[in-house]
């Protein structure tokens, strides 16, 4: 009799404590924030604040050579996004075409890896001419959507360049032209500046290239083919770059005479990734191996977006989350993501394996200036998204657009809650504002859940996530930091 007693109090203790469970999940709803609906940005207006006039002299400059300088330098840089070189372009149009060229970039990238990941022992892969292709070019991967403006040469002449942490070499169109794709400003022309100087075949530079091949003064040349037809070919030297007034001299950079295919307007490419002929590995302990950049939300404020070198770069209060390797490729950023947070709670089919990087390479996560909307790996996606469908019930849905499969009718609207989403890296935590990931894609109140699946193994964090925050690379510790007061 006391044994059965003793049972049903068990019994009846089990379902209070399911009732209570029950109870605490029901009054404990989605966590929500305000999303204020913005329409299409249009095509921003190009202007250099603190832009320096061009000159013939360069006194009262401070001059910096990366090979020999134990000096510490600090520079900020405004950075625009490339759709004000398309002012005359419609906001839908201008949509459209950052969603073509994000495309490209996000395949050129799947690309790379799978190559990289593909040649065991890793090997350069055979070009004819003997020509290296590691040297990436952003500006053919679609990847150019913020530039800067620097000075090439002696005397300086102010050039637009892209940046791209998914590259490695600093490059600009040079005269003679063979064939030049359109640029804003005058090409280059090497002959005119006192500080351009050939790489010679056998010196440590050209070696750094995986192939290299020479012309018949025996110096250093590159070349560049890609699967679309896209091609750069030219010297490969080393030139004076200026930023604002501080002299950097001796950079390794490509003189483009031949290049042709899909590139956009600028004149060259700044290099910012981890491989050893970067702006940043070039530069080494002269700006502490530190930047960091700031992309502003156009929709949102007039403010430019920025680029800082040196230690100014380190924001206070950052959140870091170290850097991880692959083993197969040194170009990419990776780090390490464990989980994702919708509406206040962890989706538990979202596991850190989903995310890992296996030892040959496969897999990880790259964050990325280039790509515009990330993209996780399937089954990752799949289950962030159904959650955060579950948490904004309250939302009219409307139909896909191009590669979103959630989206929403907020035409009307001047104030919406959706569920809050939350990037768990390790050892930082991001909080997304809600126009990091719901975005406007035509002029009708149509915005969009700014996430993808893809069936590669690699996931991509985006630009559009990462608007707000300063991003800094600190590159000597070994780590990314992300700070959401980064930009004032």
Not at 375 to 399: C, E, I, S, V
């Amino acid at each position: 009799m006391g044994q059965k007693s003793r049972n049903n109090r068990l019994f009846h203790s089990s379902i209070i404590l399911l009732l209570v469970s029950l109870s605490a999940a029901l009054s404990s709803p989605f966590q929500l924030q305000t999303l204020l609906p913005r329409p299409l940005p249009s095509a921003p207006t190009l202007s250099w604040h603190d832009s320096e006039p061009e000159s013939n002299s360069l006194q009262e400059t401070s001059q910096l050579d990366p090979l020999s300088s134990n000096t510490t330098l600090e520079v900020q840089l405004e950075l625009h996004h490339v759709d004000a070189l398309s002012s005359e372009d419609t906001p839908e149009l201008l949509f459209d075409l950052r969603l073509q060229r994000d495309a490209l970039r996000s395949g050129t990238i799947y690309s790379l890896v799978s190559k990289a990941v593909a040649r065991n022992p890793p090997r350069a892969a055979g070009r004819r001419s003997g020509f290296s292709s590691s040297i990436i070019s952003g500006l053919t991967q679609g990847s150019g959507e913020y530039f800067t403006r620097l000075g090439v040469g002696t005397p300086t002449r102010n050039l637009y360049m892209v940046l791209d942490t998914g590259s490695d070499v600093v490059w600009v169109q040079c005269s003679p032209c063979k064939s030049c794709y359109s640029q804003s400003d005058p090409i280059f022309d090497p002959t005119k500046s006192t500080s351009f100087s050939g790489i010679p075949c056998g010196s440590s530079l050209c070696r750094s290239l995986d192939s290299s091949g020479c012309n018949q003064r025996r110096m250093c040349l590159y070349q560049v083919s890609y699967g679309d037809g896209s091609v750069t070919f030219g010297d490969f030297s080393t030139e004076t770059l200026t930023f604002r007034r501080t002299t950097v001299g001796r950079v390794a950079l490509g003189c483009g005479h031949d290049n042709e295919g899909l590139f956009v307007g600028a004149a060259g490419l700044l290099g910012l990734g981890r491989g050893r002929l970067s702006f940043p590995s070039q530069t080494g302990s002269r700006f502490n191996r530190k930047f960091s950049y700031c992309l502003v939300d156009r929709s949102a404020s007039s403010k430019p977006s920025s680029l800082v070198f040196g230690d100014a770069a380190i924001p206070r209060g950052a959140l870091f989350t170290p850097l991880l390797t692959n083993p197969k490729l040194d170009t990419f950023y990776y780090v390490e993501l464990l989980g994702i947070s919708v509406g206040g709670t962890r989706v538990p089919k979202i596991s850190p394996s989903l995310f890992k990087m296996d030892q040959d390479g496969n897999g990880g996560v790259i964050i990325d200036s280039g790509t515009s909307v990330t993209r996780l790996t399937q089954p990752a996606y799949t289950a962030m998204r159904d959650a955060f469908r579950l948490g904004a019930t309250n939302l009219k849905r409307a139909p896909d657009f191009s590669l979103f499969d959630t989206c929403f009718d907020l035409s009307g609207q001047t104030s919406v809650k959706v569920p809050t989403l939350v990037l768990h890296f390790r050892g930082a935590d991001l909080s997304l504002p809600a126009t990091n990931y719901l975005i406007p894609v035509d002029s009708s109140g149509t915005f969009c859940f700014a996430f993808a699946g893809t069936m590669n193994g690699s996931s991509i964090i985006g630009n559009i996530q990462q608007q707000g925050f300063r991003v800094a690379y600190d590159l000597a510790g070994s780590r990314v930091g992300f700070s959401p007061r980064g930009c004032a």
